[in-house]
């Protein structure tokens, strides 16, 4: 930064920091899913192939290939909603021989994860597209000396995400003002 200057939000002029990561929802089948407190970081990574065009032969230049998307996972403390469980026991019913045919509308979801600002408004937007199970863990390791909270994981595959630019920076507020 030169000269001391502090780069700052268009519309909050006296705004210095960024977000905070505390504030979030996920929603899938167009409702919120209940008690969801971690999810793991979005990646990407495209892969890079060297070419040479025979024109300079000690040098090639590096062209783009395919993007892979890693794995999202979802954390929470196990409660009475059990939607977790029923969409992963949905793909492994039906891989394993064990149930039914499952629809796709069932199989794959599309997911929403929504940040919020320190006031509850709304920042960030992220759909995750046909996103399905990978790994489920029903259960935190039990240990009767502890006193943790009975974890849940699920983990989601995905092919691609795209972010909702559609929000705008609000401007923060008092709350004696509001």
Partial sequence: MKGGSVAKFSVN?????SYKNFKFRVKWNGRYVVGVNKI???KGTTEMVKHNNG??????????NCTEYEAITLERGVMFDN???????????SSSGLGSEVSPKDFRKDIVVEVY???GQLTTA???????VSEFQAQADLDANDNEVYIQRIKMETEGWERYYETTEFIDE???QL
């Fill in 13 to 17: 002029t006296r705004r210095l920091v």
């Fill in 126 to 132: 992220h759909t995750f597209f046909r996103c399905w």
């Fill in 83 to 93: 939607e977790f469980e029923l969409w992963a026991n949905n793909f492994w019913n």
């Fill in 40 to 42: 793991t970081p979005l």
């Fill in 55 to 64: 024109r300079y032969p000690n040098s090639y230049s590096k062209l783009q």
């Fill in 174 to 176: 008092s709350f004696s």
């Fill in 117 to 119: 600002n320190e006031a």
